[in-house]
């Protein structure tokens, strides 16, 4: 009986020993194709509160962030100094490194609204993060991660219009 019981569990331990190997590749696959999938998300299914096939201005983008008069004026100076320091450093490191600390540089900056919207300083390291690890177009990077913070296309674009007017 002692001999039934040693042989059961060495059988069970050696299938459970062989399926850490056979399923890990199955399970990076699966993620694989979950990145592809997410990766692959376009903009086209994205029902905006404006024309798509123009890129909005930035009264469009304050309008639709609800800024009074002293919020704009100040919203369009600040893009004005970011993108001025942008461009200098734009050659100097990759577009996602300097994109990065754009946004980090001009987080203080964005509209209260915004930073609302992304929950903070924890979405605004969601949206990083998921940046940090993306491989196309980096508006695109932005949008998923805030997309991730939102849950709303329609949100997750305005974040990613917004945010790309700090960038370049």
Known sequence: ????????????????????????????????????????????SVKFSFQQSKEPTIDEIAQYWNLNEEETVKFKKVIKEAQSKTYGEATLHGKFTSAIKAIKGAYDQLPTKLKVMIGGVTGLETILITLEHYTGALEHGIYLGALKVTGSENAAWWVAKTIMLFVF
């Open 1 to 44: 009986m002692e001999k039934l019981s040693s042989s059961k569990g060495l059988i069970l331990s050696t299938v459970a020993g062989i399926s850490v190997f056979i399923f890990t590749p199955f399970a990076e696959a699966n993620a694989t194709k979950a990145l592809e999938k997410e990766q692959s998300f376009s903009y086209s």
